[in-house]
């Protein structure tokens, strides 16, 4: 007559599993770009580029615009502004025509 009231808690857990944006080899690409995630580029970007995550331009890679991210590793080609609030490694392939702001810089020879 008198049944004790079972009391289940459900959790849920997200998966947070990594993302990443790709912008492959012979792609182009004009427009603004926003995420939450990584992003790769291997081909070419026009336009202001923004990411809470890091952004690798590898040497195949061009970006035209403005760059706001967390972290950059450049290997290729930026023209505009490059505002990295972490750390921003440049490799010895790098070219960036613009403005540089970061927390930590890293150059290696060559670059």
Known sequence: MFKKEETKT????????????????GTSLNGTINTEND??????????????????????????????????DIAGKVEGELRVSNKLTL???????GDIYTKTLIVEEGA
């Open 91 to 97: 490799r010895q392939s790098a070219v960036i025509e």
């Open 39 to 72: 992003i790769r580029i291997a081909g070419k970007t026009d336009g202001e580029l923004t990411s809470k995550g890091k952004l690798i331009v590898t040497s195949s890679g061009v970006v035209e615009g403005d760059i706001h991210v967390a972290d950059a």
């Open 10 to 25: 459900v959790t849920t857990q997200k998966n947070h599993t990594p993302s990443l944006t790709m912008i492959s080899e």
